[in-house]
């Protein structure tokens, strides 16, 4: 008996520590203040990505810039203080998700599953913006907080700049994207018997679920299996090589939205799956 009961208070003891750790998501940290007010000391800045451990909820809830959250107690190394809760996580197994690419990332400004969490510090983060000549590309700061959802939890993109861009990407070179595009939907999907033209070069098979870029005569599959391309939502040359990008959104409730970047190799063009985000359902 007394066996069990050390099993039972070491396996409480396990499953509590778990569920008190918790994680800064806030890409320029989080404030530990000595009392739950967002003008209380504080005692010292929690870099993102470091960890807390939390003692208790307070109950204190605050809308602060928007953000509706409350004071959680945590201890940071040896102090004792106060955090928001909606800039810290609890579980730490997305954090952040595993990319395609190390040296790319895709986002976009919008509250989203975890699943899209992607925030990596060595890249430099650049939004496309529509312009009245064209589009621009520009370096744009964000931060992540999170907040209730329909089902469990979602995480929020907060850009820190005046407008939203189109999307949000993340490259280790610099991006200028002067040059670009929106295109139309790849078009129903109920249109099984024939081959359609989209937009220049795009060709979307209905029977096959094929949709093909046409390139120096090379007919260059970009399908993704068992999901409908419903939108080539951008062209473009992101990456200056000469040749544009492209980005298509695949699915309907489901759905991914997919970057295609130009990558030469021995002097042939040929087009890498380089990021993606997920825009359905969450688990």
Same mark, same amino acid.
């Given at each position: 008996?007394?066996?069990?009961?050390?099993?039972?208070i070491?396996a409480?003891?396990f499953?509590?520590?778990?569920e008190?750790?918790?994680?800064?998501?806030?890409?320029?940290?989080?404030?530990?203040r000595?009392h739950?007010?967002q003008?209380?000391?504080?005692?010292?800045?929690?870099?993102?990505?470091e960890q807390?451990?939390?003692?208790g909820?307070?109950?204190?809830?605050?809308?602060?810039?928007?953000i509706?959250g409350?004071w959680v107690?945590?201890?940071y190394?040896?102090?004792?203080?106060y955090?928001?809760?909606?800039?810290?996580?609890t579980?730490?197994?997305?954090?952040?998700?595993?990319?395609?690419?190390?040296?790319?990332?895709?986002?976009?400004?919008v509250?989203t599953?975890?699943g899209?969490?992607?925030?990596?510090?060595? @890249?430099k983060?650049?939004g496309?913006?529509k312009?009245? !000549? #064209?589009f621009? &590309? %520009?370096? /744009?700061?964000?931060s992540y907080?999170?907040?209730a959802?329909?089902?469990?939890?979602?995480?929020c993109?907060?850009?820190i700049?005046?407008k939203?861009?189109?999307?949000? @990407?993340?490259?280790?070179?610099?991006?200028?994207?002067? !040059? #670009?595009?929106? &295109? %139309?939907? /790849?078009?129903?999907?109920?249109?099984?018997?024939?081959?359609?033209?989209i937009?220049r070069?795009?060709?979307?098979?209905?029977?096959?679920?094929k949709?093909i870029?046409c390139y120096?005569?090379r007919?260059i599959d970009?399908?993704?299996?068992?999901?409908i391309?419903?939108?080539l939502?951008?062209?473009?040359?992101?990456n200056?090589?000469?040749?544009?990008?492209?980005?298509?959104?695949f699915?309907d409730?489901?759905?991914?939205?997919?970057l295609?970047?130009?990558?030469?190799?021995?002097?042939?063009?040929?087009?890498k799956?380089?990021?993606?985000?997920?825009n359905?359902y969450?688990?």
């Amino acid at each position: 008996m007394k066996i069990l009961i050390l099993l039972y208070i070491l396996a409480s003891n396990f499953v509590n520590n778990d569920e008190a750790i918790l994680t800064v998501i806030s890409t320029s940290g989080v404030n530990l203040r000595s009392h739950p007010d967002q003008n209380a000391n504080i005692l010292e800045k929690v870099n993102y990505g470091e960890q807390l451990s939390k003692i208790g909820d307070t109950g204190e809830r605050e809308n602060i810039l928007g953000i509706n959250g409350q004071w959680v107690k945590v201890k940071y190394k040896k102090l004792e203080g106060y955090v928001f809760d909606p800039y810290v996580i609890t579980s730490n197994w997305d954090f952040p998700t595993l990319p395609l690419n190390e040296k790319f990332a895709l986002l976009y400004p919008v509250c989203t599953c975890f699943g899209n969490f992607q925030y990596n510090p060595k @890249l430099k983060w650049y939004g496309i913006f529509k312009t009245p !000549s #064209g589009f621009e &590309a %520009k370096q /744009v700061f964000f931060s992540y907080h999170r907040q209730a959802a329909a089902i469990g939890e979602e995480v929020c993109i907060d850009i820190i700049d005046d407008k939203k861009p189109l999307f949000i @990407l993340g490259s280790q070179m610099n991006i200028k994207a002067t !040059s #670009g595009a929106y &295109a %139309k939907p /790849v078009g129903l999907p109920g249109a099984f018997n024939n081959t359609e033209l989209i937009n220049r070069n795009f060709f979307y098979d209905h029977k096959l679920n094929k949709l093909i870029y046409c390139y120096e005569n090379r007919e260059i599959d970009v399908s993704e299996k068992e999901l409908i391309p419903n939108t080539l939502s951008w062209r473009g040359d992101l990456n200056e090589d000469g040749v544009e990008d492209f980005i298509v959104d695949f699915g309907d409730k489901f759905s991914k939205s997919i970057l295609y970047l130009s990558l030469k190799v021995n002097k042939q063009v040929t087009f890498k799956k380089t990021a993606e985000f997920y825009n359905g359902y969450c688990c």
